[in-house]
């Protein structure tokens, strides 16, 4: 479950608690959240949201700014994510982008953390190939538990990644995080190609949606984790049905038709 945006407006505030709280009660469990997210407003919202939880049931990702990446910078920024996030770990903590501050350093400050039982794992987002190959060459990096997780904007629309990033990150071992899958719910989700899909397929919920077309093919690719942003419930129950939907040949190539594939190397996109 993505958060950005979480928190930022007080009148959703209620329907997004309960949202997180319905895909925790209905078997989701990881939580996707940063530092940057409303300057700490989304991080506080998601201790809201699961303190209610055995902690346990939560798998609870968050991110340091690289304006933050320096040691001690990290440091701080992680004790202070914590305390919003009213928790004493977290299971997964990213750099949220590349910064100036050489990798190692930062490498060496989330060994610190998890050797002080801050954090559990820890991991990159917006890497590509040579970024990934840097951060290899990192002692430490390629250990058992050195870089766990790649976080990359990866959609319909976005499948730049799908010419290198997808396979060297499952090559490393390292998972994959989708980010904004739905598109954040702009082009995407109109697509007649998408809709024509949509209506050959069933979930329990009824006739399926685009958004879970969207999803059903982020989640295709094997080692790959979408991290849609749901904030109501009805979304969140939604995203949830995705799970059911198994796209056939065909649909894959009507949707390669829409959404081209990549024929050669893109420089990783962003949001
Ligand atoms: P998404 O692609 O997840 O889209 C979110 C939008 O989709 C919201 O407007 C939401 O509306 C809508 N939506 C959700 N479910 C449905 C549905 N079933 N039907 C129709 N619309 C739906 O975009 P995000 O950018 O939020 O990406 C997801 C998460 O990834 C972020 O929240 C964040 O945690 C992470 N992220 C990480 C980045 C990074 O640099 N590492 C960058 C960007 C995102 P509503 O809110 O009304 O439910």
Same mark, same amino acid.
């Given at each position: 479950m993505g958060t950005w945006a979480m928190g930022d407006a007080p009148a959703k505030r209620p329907q997004e608690i309960a949202a997180l709280r319905y895909g925790l009660e209905h078997g989701l469990h990881v939580i996707d959240t940063a530092e940057m997210y409303g300057n700490g407003r989304s991080e506080t919202l998601v201790g809201e949201a699961i303190a209610p939880f055995a902690r346990d049931r939560v798998f609870l990702v968050s991110k340091v700014l690289p304006s933050h990446a320096a040691h001690d910078d990290v440091l701080k920024a992680c004790r202070q994510s914590l305390a919003r996030l009213g928790t #004493?770990?977290?299971?997964l903590y990213l750099l949220h982008w590349r910064s100036s501050v050489p990798l190692a350093e930062t490498v060496g400050a989330f060994e610190a953390l998890m050797a002080d039982g801050l954090i559990r794992s820890w991991g990159v987002s917006n890497f590509d190939v040579d970024d990934m190959e840097e951060l290899a060459a990192v002692p430490g990096a390629q250990a058992a538990n050195g870089v766990q997780a790649n976080q990359i904007l990866y959609a319909l629309e976005y499948r730049?990644?799908?010419? #290198?990033l997808l396979e060297a990150d499952r090559a490393q071992g390292v998972v994959t995080m989708a980010y904004s899958p739905l598109g954040q719910a702009k082009r995407i989700l109109t697509s007649p190609a998408l809709k024509a899909i949509a209506a050959k397929h069933h979930t329990s919920l009824g006739p399926a949606t685009p958004a879970q077309i969207a999803l059903a093919w982020v989640l295709r690719q094997p080692g790959v984790l979408a991290i849609p942003k749901a904030g109501t419930v009805a979304h969140e129950r939604e995203n949830i049905a995705a799970l059911e939907i198994t796209l056939s040949a065909a649909d894959l190539l009507a949707l390669d038709r829409a959404f081209p594939p990549p024929l050669r190397k893109r420089p990783l996109a962003c949001i």
């Open positions: #004493d770990h977290l299971d730049g990644t799908e010419w #290198d």
